[in-house]
């Protein structure tokens, strides 16, 4: 069983930064994706951005793109999402999520954090 653990959520201001990690209990395999998605109160889980963890390959939701940036440490089995001038619309639970397909459907990956809370307001 794989399990995945997020950190780094927190509340900030609007404009400010964080930095969410997601670490896995075992290493990926060279064809796994991790990906970040994102859920706000009221809304539906919605996909942010993925990398595939050989060649670090990523995708971005639109309206995160230029903000966010999704990268990974292969030998510390983590994945990172600098998130730079947040907004409040940014306001959500992150998870994390490992899956064998580069693709933005949330039913495609296996295995999932229980997720980290962001909040930005002034």
């Known amino acids: 069983q794989v399990e995945l653990v997020e950190s780094g959520g927190g509340s900030v201001q609007p404009g400010g930064s964080l930095r969410l990690s997601c670490t896995t209990s075992?290493?990926?395999?060279?064809?796994?994706?991790v990906a970040w998605f994102r859920q706000a109160p009221g809304k539906e889980r919605e996909f942010v951005a993925l990398?595939?963890?050989?060649?670090?390959?990523?995708l971005y939701a639109d309206s995160v793109k230029g903000r966010f940036t999704i990268s990974r440490d292969n030998p510390k089995n983590t994945v990172y999402l600098q998130m730079n001038a947040l907004r409040a619309e940014d306001t959500a639970v992150y998870y994390c999520a490992r899956g064998s397909e580069y693709t933005t459907n949330q039913a495609k990956y296996e295995f999932w954090g229980r997720g980290t809370q962001v909040t930005v307001a002034s």
């Open positions: 990398i595939r963890w050989h060649g670090g390959s990523a």
């Open positions: 075992t290493r990926p395999f060279c064809r796994s994706i």
